[in-house]
Nanobody, 125 residues
Framework: QVQLVESGGGLVQAGGSLRLSCAVS????????MGWFRQVPGKEREFVAS????????DYADSVKGRFTISRDSAKNTVYLQMNSLKPEDTAVYYC??????????????????WGQGTQVTVSS
């Protein structure tokens, strides 16, 4: 059974940092691209960052480039999102996603095969 469990969200002041974690199980982690998305009430879930199955390539939404870093640890079956210089507009529920097929990146909603339950990030001004 595929499971993705996010953690690390919380309340932080603008300019601060948070690190989100997504611990996964139930599939061969090294075969799947992983990603982070976020959603605010009333809006569609949007892409934040993606990392390939090897970790050799990362992609970011323009809004987070230079501030967020996605990484993965194969020994821990975990993907991370380091968020620095946070802004109030980063406030959202953040979701971890696994690609729907092996050897594929996940950069759009349709690419996502499995999702975590989400973790709330709130940035105060």
């Amino acid at each position: 059974q595929v499971q993705l469990v996010e953690s690390g969200g919380g309340l932080v002041q603008a300019g601060g940092s948070l690190r989100l974690s997504c611990a996964v199980s139930g599939f061969t982690f090294n075969n799947y691209g992983m990603g982070w998305f976020r959603q605010v009430p009333g809006k569609e879930r949007e892409f934040v960052a993606s990392i390939t199955w090897t970790g050799g390539r990362t992609d970011y939404a323009d809004s987070v480039k230079g501030r967020f870093t996605i990484s993965r640890d194969s020994a821990k079956n975990t993907v991370y999102l380091q968020m620095n210089s946070l802004k109030p507009e980063d406030t959202a529920v953040y979701y971890c996603a696994k690609a729907g097929r092996p050897w594929r990146a996940v950069m759009t909603l349709s690419d996502g095969g499995s999702w975590g339950q989400g973790t709330q990030v709130t940035v105060s001004s």
